[in-house]
C-alpha cells in the first residue's frame, strides 16, 4: 500500500486503543487475532460500521487463556474507542468520554501510530458477508447489560435449557476455567434474544391443525416477523448473524442455541420458501451458506488454536442434518421454485456435501436414528385435550 492510501485510512478509519493490556493477551476483531506485545496499544484502519471484539487474557507464560470476552461495536468514520486494562477484574473496561476525547486527540495528532497493529483489509470481505445485516439497532436490541458476552455470565441461563449429550458435553467444555473471581459478572443478564417457541402451543383449535402448525412452521415465521420484528425481515437476519457470531468468535453457548432455534425456523416452513416469504429465504440461504463456508474452513482458527467449526458441532446425526435433509427435499424436489433461492439452496448443499461428507439421500443412514426424549426432530403428536395443547 503506498504511505498517501494508508494515511487516508488511518485518518478516516476508526482506531480502537487497548492501553495497558497484558503481554500474550489475545485481542481480535472480527476475523483477525492479534497476541499483545511490549509495544501493543490497539489497532488502527478499521473500516466504519459493525465489528466483534473479542479477547481472552493470558496466563503469566502465555500458555493458558481465560474464556473469551466479546463485544459488538457500530464505529462511524475517523472515530476512536478507547478501553483500558482493569488489572484487578482482568477485563477491559471504556474510559470516561473525557479521557476518550483526550485519547483521540493524541490519536489524531499520530501520537500512537507506530504502536497500532493495522486492520487486515484483504479480510474484510469475509466479515462483511458475516455481519451485513447487523447494525446500530440490531446490537442495541440484543446485546447484554454492559455489553459483554461471555460464557462466564450463561451457566445460570443455560444449565436448564434442553440439550442433546452433544450440547451438554460442550458446554461442561466451555465452562472450564471459570473461577470464582467471576462472581459479580456471573448475575448479569445475557443477550436479549427472541424468544422462537420450539414446539407451537394453541388453544381452541383442533389437534389435527396443532400438528399442521408444528409440521409447517410459516405461520409461526409470519407471527414473529410481525411482533418481535416490526415486519423487518433485515432484522431477523441480523439476529441470526449476531448469535452465530457471539457463538463462533465469542464461545457463547447461548448464542449457539439461539443461532440453532432460529435455524431451526427457517428450516421448518415448508409453505414460506414458495410463497409468502421467498426473498426472504434468498437471504437466508445466503447468510447461512457465508457462515458455515467460514466456520468451515480448516485454515481459520479460533482464539485457541482450534478449528472454528469440527465435527463435534455439526455431526452426521446432527439438527443441522436433520433439517437440511427435508429442507433440501422439498425444496430441490419443487416444481416451482424461484431461480436464485434454487441456486443457492445447492450451493448450500454441496458445501455440506464437500466439507462435512453428508449425504441428503432418503435412504441415509440417520434415518435409523431413534430419537430421544423431548427430542425436537421427533414426530409431533396431535394433543386432543383441550387444556393441554402443547405437542
Known sequence: MDPQTALELVKNGVTLLFLDVPQYTLIAIDTQIFSVGPAFKGIKMIPPGTHFVYYSSSSRDGKEFSPIIGFFIHAGPSEVIVHKWNQQEERLVKVSEEEEERYGQAVKNMDFDRQLGPYNLNRYEDWKRLSNFINKSVIDRLEPIGGEITVECENDMV?????TPMEEALYNQLKVGNSATSV???QRKGCYYTSIPRVV????ISGQELTSLNLDKTQLLETLLAKDYGGSEDLLLGELQ????AFLMGQSLEAFLQWKSLVSLFFGCTQAPFHTRTQLFIKFMKVIYYQ???GLQKDHMDTTGSA???DSWLAADSFLHHLCKDF?????DGSAIDGDLLKWTRKFKELLERNLGWEFQQSSAVDGIYF??????????EMLDDEAPAV
Open 328 to 332: 433440501f427435499s422439498l425444496l430441490l
Open 184 to 186: 459479580g459478572k456471573s
Open 372 to 381: 430421544e426424549e423431548n427430542d425436537e426432530f421427533a414426530p409431533v403428536v
Open 308 to 310: 472454528l467449526l469440527d
Open 201 to 204: 402451543k394453541c388453544k381452541g
Open 292 to 294: 458455515l463456508r467460514y
Open 159 to 163: 444449565r436448564n435449557t434442553p440439550k
Open 242 to 245: 449476531f448469535a452465530f457470531i
